[in-house]
């Protein structure tokens, strides 16, 4: 499993469009790149996944280089709601394997100010 | 999505004491997962479960401290055995979502306090 690193801490204002980046420089050829978010006294909430190029739905936009070294996340107007951590993660997809875990590294807090 | 709800919400404990945290999701799901996520801090992995074998731990987490049931396709259950206050953390259980690969919903966790 690949390790990430992403940016502890994030700060935008509402309508602003936010860009986290997480960086593996790990990642195997059969590795996806899976982004959560958790809101406080909340589970994480799967939010979008990729392998490569780029991803798009209703929530935001997964950005993967051609050597997929890193991924960012895209946000499109935050409003104060989209305050939370958002983790990247990236695992080998494994079905019918023994296990699927998820390893979460540290998450970006994402504050949004008015 | 499965729809996942955990109890007790949350606990106030005494040390020595033990604590069994149920969890149930409205459809069959193959594999749930336990996490502890302590103040402040990521979520760590403690054991895969799956019905009818048993539960695989992660490195640091044993049986006998955590030990898990998983009777049948719906529910789970995990034991914080002993408590110490360093067991003070928020413990989520999750399910793999087979409509997309790697995906996995959460319940919304119990907060467990040793005192």
């Known amino acids: 499993l690949a390790k990430t690193t992403q940016p502890i801490s994030m700060d935008s204002y509402e309508g602003q469009e936010v860009n986290i980046t997480c960086s593996h420089n790990n990642i195997a050829t059969n590795d996806y790149i899976t982004w959560y978010q958790q809101f406080p006294s909340q589970g994480p909430r799967f939010i979008i996944q990729?392998?490569?190029t780029k991803v798009t739905n209703e929530v935001a936009s997964l950005f993967i280089p051609a050597d997929r070294k890193s991924s960012t996340l895209s946000l499109p107007r935050v409003s104060l709601s989209d305050t939370a951590v958002y983790y990247c993660?990236?695992?080998?997809?494994?079905?019918?394997?023994?296990?699927?875990?998820?390893?979460f590294g540290t998450g970006t807090l994402l504050a949004v100010q008015p | 999505s499965a729809v996942i709800s955990q109890k007790p919400s949350r606990d106030i404990c005494q040390r020595g004491t033990s604590l069994t945290i149920q969890c149930q999701v409205d459809s069959q799901v193959t594999m749930m997962f336990w996490y502890r996520q302590q103040p402040g801090q990521s979520l760590t992995l403690i054991a895969t479960a799956n019905q009818g074998s048993e539960a695989t731990y992660e490195s640091g987490f044993v049986i006998d401290k955590f030990p898990i049931s998983r009777p049948n396709l719906t529910f789970s259950t995990l034991t914080v055995s002993n408590m110490s206050p360093e067991d003070s953390s928020i413990y989520l259980c999750?399910?793999?979502?087979?409509?997309?690969?790697?995906?996995?919903?959460f319940g919304p966790g119990t907060r467990l306090t040793v005192l």
């Open positions: 990729g392998y490569k």
């Open positions: 993660l990236v695992g080998d997809i494994n079905y019918g394997g023994a296990t699927n875990k998820l390893i």
């Open positions: 999750s399910v793999e979502e087979g409509a997309a690969p790697d995906t996995q919903y």
